[in-house]
């Protein structure tokens, strides 16, 4: 199927849906991801304080990118296993779903972070090439949790998966960037809460991104379910094998 076939953007359409509803209908899920974004809850308290010492807003700027890489890989791998029991009618196992996570934590981060790196610069350098690369590699997490591959295997798996998807892909990702970014910019200065307490102006950002990444990290699980599906006729119980 093309590029710009329906097929993709009927599967965009559904995945963007069915991750809404799933999160709506199983709010522990923000538990799990809570214990993903304590280290950018951490950091960004840390750095709560402006302080005028010279280096001292560029490490804080970047201490806070990074956290908030590692929240966001975290978040996906903890996830994968509770949103595939999910789909498939299973009680989640939310306990089992990160002690998996953690197991296949090391091979996550080997893959994700150079990954994520790549990506943060193509959204500081300019926005399309770190969302294209975003689109692309969208599936790696729930590979590197669910087939054993890391590094580059799982990078080409990822984009196999993706081939024939990505610009309905790209359109949808960018849709929720957009949100994320229009929201985030609202809280934060000159507009947003600056006029709350300063531990209350501190923490809803950190709310707003934990709440965007658990979205985010179910949608890379459902998507990952989906492209399967689509790309390879794969049901959900054969998915979810590795749970069995």
């Not at 097929?7 to 991801?33: C, H, P, Q, Y």
């Not at 531990?199 to 979205?215: K, S």
């Not at 985010?216 to 459902?222: D, E, G, H, T």
Request: with cysteine; glycine share 8%.
């Amino acid at each position: 199927m093309s590029e710009g076939s329906g097929g993709g953007k009927a599967l965009a359409a559904r995945a963007l849906g069915t991750s809404l509803e799933l999160l709506t209908k199983n709010v522990a899920i923000f538990l799990v991801t809570a214990l993903a974004y304590a280290p950018t809850g951490a950091t960004y308290w840390i750095y709560r304080h402006p302080t005028a010492a010279p280096g001292a807003s560029g490490r804080a700027y970047l201490a806070k990118l990074l956290a908030a890489l590692v929240s966001q890989v975290l978040a996906k791998t903890f996830v994968t296993a509770a949103v595939l029991r999910i789909l498939r009618r299973k009680p989640a196992r939310f306990a089992a779903s990160i002690v998996l996570g953690l197991r296949r934590a090391p091979l996550v981060f080997a893959t994700s972070i150079p990954l994520g790196v790549l990506e943060l610069a193509g959204f500081l350098l300019f926005l399309l090439p770190g969302l294209f690369l975003t689109v692309l590699f969208i599936a790696v997490v729930p590979v590197t949790v669910l087939e054993d591959r890391w590094g580059l295997a799982a990078m080409r798996r990822g984009a196999d998966l993706t081939k024939g998807r990505r610009s309905r892909l790209f359109g949808a990702y960018l849709l929720i960037v957009v949100v994320v970014l229009v929201v985030g910019t609202a809280m934060g200065p000159p507009m947003g809460f600056q006029w709350l307490p300063r531990p209350w102006a501190t923490l809803l950002p950190i709310a707003w991104m934990w709440i965007a990444g658990t979205y985010q990290a179910v949608l890379c699980a459902v998507l990952y379910y989906r492209l399967r599906e689509t790309q390879e006729g794969t049901e959900i119980r054969d998915v979810a094998a590795v749970f069995d």
